[in-house]
């Protein structure tokens, strides 16, 4: 029985690094991957909301502080129909086409697309590699995933970060010629 995981969530604590270290992952290694990151949406240094990027560079917002919504968490308001166009999207296609699916982030505002529960779901049992973000706090369906058998999870700060990064490369396959892990 091979007791290497198919699915390497990370979580952890807002702003511990989580995103940064699934893209500096990707970069370092050499597999066929596909899926999407969120990154910041900031103007005049204060964050406005997220944008979801997907790894062959379609783009779309997530969540903003001006998005007409009924979707809100905190004060930004969540586009489900951005969620499910370019995130869903995304990861259906990465268990199409790719060897790894990356998924950033199964959380708050994510959860509220039943679209995207679904493709999590396809995604963790299609048999590929997973390597997601998982929100920390305590939600019905992040905790069903986090339990899963194929899945490891690991807590991530800023006192493990380069230790973790180098497992997830490793657990990918490896890095690219000439770039150091």
């Known amino acids: 029985m091979n007791s290497e995981p198919l699915a390497f969530l990370i979580t952890g604590k807002p702003g511990c690094g ?4 699934i893209r500096a992952a990707i970069e370092r290694s050499c597999v066929d991957a596909g899926g999407f990151y969120t990154e910041e949406i900031r103007e005049g240094g204060e964050r406005q909301g997220f944008r979801i990027v997907t ?15 009924p979707y809100r968490v905190g ?3 969540v586009d ?17 086409r790719h060897k ?4 950033d982030e199964i959380g708050k505002m994510e959860l509220f697309s039943p679209c995207f529960r679904e493709v999590v ?10 390597l997601a973000t998982v929100m920390l706090a305590r939600s019905r369906f992040a905790d069903q995933v986090k339990g899963l058998p194929s899945v490891k999870v690991v807590m991530l700060d800023r006192s493990n970060w380069q230790r973790v990064l180098d497992e997830v490369v490793a657990w990918l396959g490896g890095t ?6």
Request: proline residues 0%.
């Open 55 to 69: 790894l062959d560079g379609n783009s779309a917002v997530l969540s903003c502080v001006n998005v007409h919504s």
């Open 75 to 77: 004060r930004y308001r």
């Open 18 to 21: 989580k995103t940064t270290l």
């Open 80 to 96: 489900l129909a951005a969620l499910d166009g370019v995130g869903v999207a995304a990861v259906r296609d990465a268990v199409s």
């Open 100 to 103: 790894v699916v990356v998924i």
């Open 121 to 130: 779901v396809e995604a963790l049992g299609c048999g590929k590699k997973v």
């Open 176 to 181: 690219k010629l000439g770039v150091a892990i």
